[in-house]
């Protein structure tokens, strides 16, 4: 892997510029990841970002867990990097605090937990009704609460070449018609 491409390079790189930028006491938390589709190896790091859900298509879990401060908040701080290689059908689910943070109507927590054992019923479930099923999940558990914080939801799937169109491009699905929005 070329260095200054590595994702904890990169993470190092813009925490240099962002601490010189924001004022005390902000941060920003992020996953950086790095895929190489010709191996199926996902090299990732986390600033502070929730750990991402990996759902083997054989049916096991594994967390890409990272443990680096949040950008921002030490300028000398490094980050560690960590590589996985994916199987086809395997699936990672990113997700903002936004998600394990839904408070329901008794004030508790939606929580990882929940969050591991709704997403290890997926294996086999289409991406965008996964997503969509999940944010209809978070909506129910908090009832008429509003939410308290922005939520962000992304999955992966892993394919084969065949599966992907020749000119390697990204499709992200359009489905913003479910998208809530949060006014502070």
């Known amino acids: 892997e070329d260095p200054p491409f590595a ?3 990169v993470l190092e790189k813009m925490n240099s510029r962002f601490t010189a930028s924001i ?6 938390t992020m996953f950086l990841g790095r895929w190489h589709p010709d191996s199926r190896e996902l090299c990732w790091t986390s600033a502070g970002h ?6 083997k298509a054989s049916g096991g879990l594994d967390q890409l867990r990272s443990s680096g401060l949040p950008l921002g908040i030490d300028l ?3 980050w560690e990097q960590q590589t996985t290689t994916l199987a086809v059908g395997d699936r990672l689910l990113l997700y903002s605090d936004g998600a394990t943070e839904t408070r329901g109507a008794n004030g508790d927590l939606f929580g990882r937990e929940r ?3 709704w997403y290890s019923r997926q294996v086999n479930s289409v991406s965008d009704e996964a997503l969509a099923g999940l944010s209809d999940t978070l909506r129910e558990y908090r009832g008429d609460r509003p939410r308290a914080d922005d939520l962000t939801l992304v999955e992966l799937i892993c394919t084969t070449k065949s599966e ?3 000119d390697q491009s ?3 699905s359009h489905a913003t018609a479910s998208l809530e929005r949060l006014e502070i």
């Open 7 to 9: 994702p904890a390079a």
């Open 23 to 28: 004022l005390p006491g902000n941060f920003a």
């Open 50 to 55: 929730e750990s991402g859900i990996l759902l």
């Open 76 to 78: 000398d701080a490094e």
């Open 115 to 117: 969050l591991v054992a």
């Open 164 to 166: 992907v169109n020749n």
């Open 170 to 172: 990204v499709h992200l």
